[in-house]
C-alpha cells in the first residue's frame, strides 16, 4: 500500500506549510501529493506551485470538480502539468452535487450523472491519446458543439501539444454504487471519499469489474497523539460539514454514503441538526465509532494495529490528510 499526501483545498487563504509538508513526504518516501478544490480556491495551481519545487512525488487532484472547466480544459491543464513535472500527473475527477454545480458554477446538475461522467472521460482521453480530433456525439459534452444556439461552424479539433502520456491516469471520486461500478470500468482508479476498512464488502460488488492495477485511493485523516477523542474531533467536524452541509436535505450524497454504510439513523440526525442552524451539536452528533473507522487517530501502536486492517483489502493507495510532520514520519515508518 503506497502513501499519498492529501493536502486538499484552502479555507479562507493558502496554508503556508503546504509545500513543506509535500517536500517532507517527498523526502520520507511518499508516492504521491494531492490537491482539491471546492468554491474557492483551484486545484491545480497550488499543484503546479509543488511541482515545481519537488522533483519525484506525483502529483493529483482529488478532486478537481467537472462543472468547473469542459472536459478539453482540464485535460489541457492535466497535459501541461505533466510536460512540466517530467510525466506526475494524475487527474482525479468528480462531479460533485446540484447546490455547488448549480449554485457556484451557475450550471445545471446533470440529470443521467453517469452519463456526464462518461462523456467527460472519453473527451479527456480522446485528447490524451491525440489520435485525431476530438468528436463526440454526447448528451452533455457533444464535439464540435451542435446546439441550437450554435454558430454551426465549430470544427473538430486535436491538440496541438502533443501529451507527454497518453495513458495518464484518470481516477474519479465516485459515491454511489452504480458511479463506483462505472468508474472501475472506465477509469484508472477511485478516489473513496470514506473508507472504513471494516465495512470494505460495502464496496465489493461495485468493484468486481476493476481491471488489474486499478487504483482504490481513499483520505484519511490521521493524526499521531494520546487522546483519541481530542484527535477525532477534526474528523467529527469534517464530517459534520460535509454530511449535514454539502448537499440539500432532500439530496446529499455524503449523507447517503454515511446510511449505507451502516449509520442511516446517525446521517439523518446530523443533517437536521446541521440544516437546523445547530452546527455545533450537529458536529457532536457524529458517532466515534464511524470517525475512527475512517480514520488513523492515536498513539503510534493504535495506529500501527489499525493501519494492519487498510492494508489486508483492496486499498492500493492511502491518502493521507495529515497536519504535522511527525504524523507523516510516524506512518512512513509504520508502511515500512
Given at each position: 500500500?503506497?502513501?499519498?499526501?492529501?493536502?486538499?483545498?484552502?479555507?479562507?487563504?493558502?496554508d503556508p506549510g503546504h509545500v513543506a509538508?509535500a517536500?517532507?513526504?517527498?523526502?520520507?518516501?511518499y508516492?504521491?501529493?494531492?490537491?482539491a478544490?471546492?468554491?474557492?480556491s483551484?486545484?491545480?495551481?497550488?499543484l503546479?506551485?509543488?511541482?515545481?519545487?519537488t522533483?519525484?512525488?506525483?502529483?493529483?487532484?482529488?478532486?478537481?470538480?467537472?462543472?468547473?472547466?469542459?472536459?478539453v480544459?482540464?485535460a489541457?491543464?492535466?497535459?501541461?502539468l505533466?510536460?512540466?513535472?517530467?510525466?506526475?500527473?494524475?487527474?482525479?475527477?468528480?462531479?460533485?452535487?446540484p447546490?455547488?454545480?448549480e449554485?457556484?458554477y451557475?450550471?445545471p446538475f446533470p440529470?443521467?450523472?453517469?452519463?456526464a461522467t462518461r462523456?467527460?472521460?472519453?473527451?479527456?482521453?480522446?485528447?490524451?491519446?491525440?489520435e485525431?480530433?476530438v468528436?463526440?456525439e454526447?448528451?452533455?459534452?457533444a464535439?464540435?458543439?451542435?446546439?441550437?444556439?450554435?454558430?454551426?461552424?465549430?470544427?473538430?479539433?486535436?491538440?496541438?501539444?502533443?501529451?507527454?502520456r497518453a495513458?495518464l491516469?484518470?481516477?474519479?471520486?465516485?459515491?454511489?454504487p452504480k458511479?463506483?461500478a462505472?468508474?472501475?470500468?472506465?477509469?484508472?482508479?477511485?478516489?473513496?471519499?470514506?473508507?472504513?476498512?471494516m465495512?470494505?464488502?460495502?464496496y465489493e460488488?461495485?468493484?468486481a469489474e476493476a481491471?488489474?492495477?486499478f487504483?482504490?485511493?481513499p483520505?484519511?485523516r490521521?493524526k499521531?497523539?494520546d487522546?483519541?477523542?481530542e484527535g477525532?474531533?477534526?474528523?467529527?467536524?469534517?464530517?459534520g460539514?460535509?454530511?449535514g452541509?454539502?448537499?440539500?436535505?432532500?439530496?446529499?450524497?455524503?449523507a447517503?454514503?454515511?446510511?449505507?454504510m451502516?449509520?442511516?439513523?446517525?446521517?439523518?440526525?446530523?443533517?437536521?441538526?446541521?440544516?437546523?442552524?445547530n452546527r455545533?451539536?450537529?458536529?457532536?452528533?457524529?458517532p466515534?465509532t464511524?470517525?475512527?473507522?475512517?480514520?488513523?487517530?492515536?498513539?503510534?501502536?493504535r495506529?500501527a494495529?489499525?493501519?494492519?486492517?487498510?492494508?489486508?483489502?483492496p486499498v492500493t493507495?492511502?491518502l493521507?490528510?495529515?497536519p504535522?510532520?511527525h504524523?507523516l514520519?510516524v506512518?512512513a515508518?509504520?508502511?515500512?
Amino acid at each position: 500500500m503506497r502513501l499519498g499526501l492529501a493536502l486538499g483545498y484552502w479555507g479562507r487563504g493558502p496554508d503556508p506549510g503546504h509545500v513543506a509538508l509535500a517536500q517532507e513526504a517527498e523526502r520520507l518516501g511518499y508516492d504521491s501529493v494531492w490537491t482539491a478544490e471546492a468554491w474557492g480556491s483551484d486545484a491545480f495551481t497550488p499543484l503546479t506551485w509543488i511541482a515545481a519545487q519537488t522533483s519525484r512525488i506525483k502529483l493529483g487532484t482529488a478532486v478537481v470538480q467537472m462543472a468547473a472547466r469542459s472536459p478539453v480544459t482540464t485535460a489541457m491543464h492535466a497535459l501541461t502539468l505533466d510536460h512540466l513535472s517530467g510525466g506526475r500527473m494524475m487527474l482525479g475527477l468528480g462531479l460533485s452535487g446540484p447546490q455547488v454545480v448549480e449554485g457556484w458554477y451557475g450550471r445545471p446538475f446533470p440529470k443521467s450523472p453517469l452519463t456526464a461522467t462518461r462523456e467527460y472521460v472519453d473527451v479527456i482521453r480522446q485528447v490524451l491519446r491525440r489520435e485525431g480530433p476530438v468528436a463526440l456525439e454526447g448528451r452533455y459534452h457533444a464535439h464540435p458543439y451542435q446546439g441550437e444556439d450554435g454558430s454551426g461552424l465549430g470544427k473538430p479539433l486535436k491538440p496541438i501539444t502533443h501529451p507527454l502520456r497518453a495513458d495518464l491516469p484518470v481516477l474519479l471520486g465516485a459515491e454511489g454504487p452504480k458511479n463506483i461500478a462505472q468508474t472501475a470500468r472506465i477509469a484508472d482508479g477511485w478516489l473513496p471519499l470514506y473508507w472504513s476498512p471494516m465495512r470494505s464488502d460495502v464496496y465489493e460488488a461495485s468493484l468486481a469489474e476493476a481491471r488489474e492495477g486499478f487504483m482504490v485511493a481513499p483520505m484519511a485523516r490521521a493524526k499521531v497523539c494520546d487522546d483519541v477523542a481530542e484527535g477525532l474531533l477534526p474528523v467529527k467536524a469534517m464530517l459534520g460539514f460535509y454530511i449535514g452541509g454539502m448537499g440539500h436535505s432532500a439530496r446529499n450524497f455524503h449523507a447517503d454514503l454515511m446510511a449505507r454504510m451502516g449509520f442511516e439513523d446517525e446521517a439523518r440526525r446530523i443533517q437536521e441538526l446541521f440544516l437546523a442552524g445547530n452546527r455545533q451539536e450537529a458536529v457532536l452528533a457524529v458517532p466515534d465509532t464511524f470517525a475512527d473507522e475512517i480514520s488513523l487517530v492515536g498513539p503510534r501502536e493504535r495506529i500501527a494495529e489499525r493501519l494492519e486492517l487498510w492494508r489486508k483489502g483492496p486499498v492500493t493507495d492511502l491518502l493521507v490528510l495529515a497536519p504535522d510532520r511527525h504524523t507523516l514520519r510516524v506512518l512512513a515508518e509504520l508502511n515500512g
